[in-house]
């Protein structure tokens, strides 16, 4: 990503504007900041593909249209004594971030842009708005409802990598949103969450993985096939890895608040898209003994460290919070 003095002037605005964004308490302040994370990773997205340039239209579209909803529900909220545009100002955020039921856009732009630009909008880009949400405490049981719903039902036809990951990082923020009120809570489920996407997302670039049906063929060695396996099961919550303490401090939260309800969902949610993770590397395992050694000690030591992650990480944080 960062072959050129450009992309790294436009990574470190990025990186600004989002800590700024997370260390203030101003709505105003959060949504320059938001505008100016904006502005930097659409130069990021930028790439030779004939796709690309779509994607990027789409994103400045939409991310313009939610910016004007959402600094119009600002002011008519310091207008108003009442504040009945809060809710314009949650769901112009979840339609930032993707999130369902306004993931459409999300979903078809996906495919233009790098697995680089694809991992920090799924992680980075999204502590903004998430901060800014948390700042807004709304009552947000129908969208989060929602969100679990909708992925669940579309991801079952998917055969590309990256619209199974954007479905999953919908049910991903789904969770994100139910820990907005307690900031340590999703701040620590987002770090979680960053490190498992980061440990998918370098597979699947390094093995040119577009496809499902690739990831059998594509794995260089047997632990590249071990690590994508694990993370992708860690991804889904399967204990003990590091995916798992994310659905402990979520199930935390709805126990907490007595939503037996969205415990219910949650819980329906979680064991399908289990199940769907385990049905995509089903085939992928089956071709596990059949690789050769050839080129194993040559990342050896890099894959075993990427392996650990997701066993040692937990552990360590349930032995932190004890």
Same mark, same amino acid.
């Given at each position: 990503m960062f #072959? #050129?003095?450009?992309?790294?002037?436009?990574?470190?605005?990025?990186?600004?504007?989002?800590?700024?964004? /997370?260390?203030?308490?101003?709505?105003?302040?959060?949504?320059? /900041?938001?505008?100016?994370?904006?502005?930097?990773f659409i130069p990021l997205m930028m790439n030779k593909k004939m796709k690309n340039s779509e994607s990027i239209m789409k994103f400045f579209i939409i991310q313009s249209l939610t910016s004007m909803i959402l600094i119009f529900s600002m002011m008519m909220n310091l207008l108003e004594t009442e504040n009945n545009f809060m809710l314009m100002m949650l769901l112009s955020l979840i339609m930032k971030m993707g999130g369902a039921p306004f993931q459409a856009w999300m979903i078809s732009m996906i495919e233009g842009i790098k697995f680089e630009t694809m991992f920090i909008m799924f992680t980075v880009m999204k502590l903004a708005p998430l901060n800014l949400i948390s700042i807004i405490n709304l009552n947000m049981n129908m969208i989060i409802i929602i969100s679990l719903i909708i992925p669940t039902m579309m991801?079952? #036809?998917?055969?590309?990598?990256?619209?199974?990951?954007?479905?999953s990082s919908i049910i991903n923020l789904s969770m994100m949103l139910i820990l907005t009120? #307690?900031?340590?809570?999703?701040?620590?489920?987002?770090?979680?969450?960053?490190?498992?996407?980061?440990?998918?997302?370098?597979?699947?670039?390094?093995?040119?993985? %577009?496809?499902?049906?690739?990831m059998m063929f594509n794995s260089?060695?047997?632990?590249?096939?071990?690590?994508?396996?694990?993370?992708m099961f860690s991804l889904g919550g399967m204990p003990p890895l590091l995916g798992f303490f994310n659905k402990i401090l979520v199930m935390k939260i709805i126990i907490e608040n007595k939503e037996m309800l969205l415990m219910f969902l949650f819980m329906i949610s979680s064991?399908?898209?289990?199940f769907m993770y385990m049905k995509f590397m089903t085939s992928y395992l089956m071709f596990y003994l059949s690789?050769?050694?050839?080129?194993? %000690?040559?990342?050896?030591?890099?894959?075993?460290?990427?392996?650990?992650?997701?066993?040692i990480f937990l552990p360590m944080i349930i032995l932190s919070k004890i």
């Amino acid at each position: 990503m960062f #072959n #050129n003095s450009s992309n790294l002037m436009f990574f470190s605005s990025l990186t600004f504007s989002i800590s700024l964004a /997370m260390s203030s308490n101003s709505m105003i302040m959060i949504w320059i /900041m938001i505008e100016m994370s904006n502005m930097s990773f659409i130069p990021l997205m930028m790439n030779k593909k004939m796709k690309n340039s779509e994607s990027i239209m789409k994103f400045f579209i939409i991310q313009s249209l939610t910016s004007m909803i959402l600094i119009f529900s600002m002011m008519m909220n310091l207008l108003e004594t009442e504040n009945n545009f809060m809710l314009m100002m949650l769901l112009s955020l979840i339609m930032k971030m993707g999130g369902a039921p306004f993931q459409a856009w999300m979903i078809s732009m996906i495919e233009g842009i790098k697995f680089e630009t694809m991992f920090i909008m799924f992680t980075v880009m999204k502590l903004a708005p998430l901060n800014l949400i948390s700042i807004i405490n709304l009552n947000m049981n129908m969208i989060i409802i929602i969100s679990l719903i909708i992925p669940t039902m579309m991801i079952i #036809n998917q055969t590309m990598t990256k619209k199974m990951l954007a479905y999953s990082s919908i049910i991903n923020l789904s969770m994100m949103l139910i820990l907005t009120s #307690n900031i340590k809570m999703w701040i620590y489920f987002m770090i979680n969450y960053f490190l498992i996407m980061y440990l998918i997302v370098t597979e699947l670039k390094n093995n040119k993985v %577009k496809f499902i049906n690739q990831m059998m063929f594509n794995s260089k060695t047997k632990l590249s096939k071990m690590n994508m396996a694990i993370s992708m099961f860690s991804l889904g919550g399967m204990p003990p890895l590091l995916g798992f303490f994310n659905k402990i401090l979520v199930m935390k939260i709805i126990i907490e608040n007595k939503e037996m309800l969205l415990m219910f969902l949650f819980m329906i949610s979680s064991t399908f898209m289990m199940f769907m993770y385990m049905k995509f590397m089903t085939s992928y395992l089956m071709f596990y003994l059949s690789m050769n050694k050839t080129g194993l %000690k040559k990342k050896s030591l890099n894959e075993s460290l990427k392996l650990m992650i997701n066993f040692i990480f937990l552990p360590m944080i349930i032995l932190s919070k004890i």
